[in-house]
């Protein structure tokens, strides 16, 4: 009698493993692609329509450093009250957001 309870619990526990729930989820990777198509141009090498609309848009701002790619876009570093931000313009002289960028 104690061989079949004995017999009846490992069969049952062995079962049991099977049935188990599998909780491991997949690992989520994120890539990050950073642009490194841009290449540093003189601020005097800017076309008169990006000069024109950072003039208009932000009067109080310099352009410190300007970056353009093939694509005819340029990434402007835009210095007021020693505060650094960056931009994206395309030849035209019509705002991008960094995500249009190619």
């Known amino acids: 009698m104690k061989k079949i309870i004995l017999s009846i619990a490992i069969?049952?526990?062995?079962?049991?493993?099977?049935?188990?729930?599998?909780?491991?989820?997949?690992?989520?990777?994120?890539?990050?692609t950073m642009n490194d198509e841009f290449t540093e141009v003189s601020v005097?090498?800017?076309?008169?329509?990006?000069?024109?609309?950072?003039?208009?848009?932000?009067?109080?701002?310099?352009?410190?450093?300007a970056y353009a790619n093939t694509n005819g876009q340029y990434k402007l570093?835009?210095?007021?009250?020693s505060a650094t931000n960056t931009v994206y313009i395309d030849k035209n002289g019509n705002w991008l957001e960094e995500s249009a960028v190619k």
């Open 44 to 65: 005097d090498e800017l076309p008169a329509a990006v000069t024109s609309a950072v003039e208009k848009d932000f009067p109080t701002s310099t352009i410190s450093k």
């Open 11 to 32: 069969l049952a526990s062995g079962v049991s493993t099977y049935a188990m729930s599998n909780n491991i989820t997949p690992a989520t990777s994120i890539t990050i």
């Open 77 to 81: 570093e835009l210095t007021a009250d």
